[in-house]
Nanobody, 117 residues
Framework: VRVVESGGGSVQAGGSLKLSCAVSGYNMCIVWFRQAPGKEREGVGGTTLYADSVKGRFTGTLNNAKNTLYLQMNSLKPEDTAMYYC????????????????????WGQGTQVTVSS
């Protein structure tokens, strides 16, 4: 299974970016994670569950025909700066554990998002 992210870049605070995650498998559970320098990898969200830090600003949408998950990121803040990774698995973890990296077997290489103040 291949997982390929795209869409990262640099933007000023308050701006927007849209990330894409294309997977080669079908009917997979796909979620976004991010990791800032010196910090642990944290779950960002998929299409219904999101980290508290991004709720109301980030929205995930899934195009089933293209096996692609998009992440629309609005009102970006400097603290959103991180490498964003897409993770996928054929088995979806329970909602209570969606944010745990160990629940996903397939990962992309990441795309960098930098938000300047």
């Amino acid at each position: 299974v291949r997982v390929v992210e795209s869409g990262g870049g640099s933007v000023q605070a308050g701006g927007s970016l849209k990330l894409s995650c294309a997977v080669s498998g079908y009917n997979m559970c796909i979620v976004w994670f991010r990791q800032a320098p010196g910090k642990e990898r944290e779950g960002v969200g998929g299409t219904t569950l999101y980290a508290d830090s991004v709720k109301g600003r980030f929205t995930g949408t899934l195009n089933n025909a293209k096996n692609t998950l998009y992440l629309q990121m609005n009102s970006l803040k400097p603290e959103d700066t991180a490498m964003y990774y897409c993770a996928a698995d054929f088995r979806c973890p329970p909602n209570i554990g969606w944010y745990k990296p160990d629940a996903y077997h397939y990962w992309g290489q990441g795309t960098q998002v930098t938000v300047s103040s």
